[in-house]
Nanobody
């Protein structure tokens, strides 16, 4: 089992920055990819960024050039540095960890609110 706890959300003005953190505990050595998702009111949850165990990253087109995902495997932590924030980035941000084995297992944090004012 893997437990995830996010932190770092808050209220920021447009153009500002926030850094989200997600700390994993439990069987962290078994984690493969770690991802950030977000869900705005009335919208479906969408992928924001992901990073493999080897450090390969991917980003949604809407955040490319503004957001940076990184991870510290030894600490079981993944970060999301968010710069040049826009009001449309307002959402609850969720950390996701993927464990691959005989089958795929997904683990989710409780979410952290990010609000960007115009």
């Amino acid at each position: 089992q893997v437990q995830l706890v996010e932190s770092g959300g808050g209220l920021v003005q447009a153009g500002g920055s926030l850094r989200l953190s997600c700390v994993a505990s439990g069987s962290i050595a078994s984690i493969n990819a770690m991802n950030w998702y977000r869900q705005a009111p009335g919208n479906e949850r969408e992928s924001v960024a992901g990073i493999s165990a080897g450090g390969v990253t991917k980003y949604a087109d809407s955040v490319k050039g503004r957001f940076t995902i990184s991870r510290d495997n030894a600490k079981g932590t993944v970060y999301l540095q968010m710069n040049s924030l826009k009001p449309e980035d307002t959402a609850v941000y969720y950390c996701n960890a993927v464990r691959l084995g005989f089958s795929r297992s997904d683990y989710w944090g409780q979410g952290t609110q990010v609000t960007v004012s115009s």
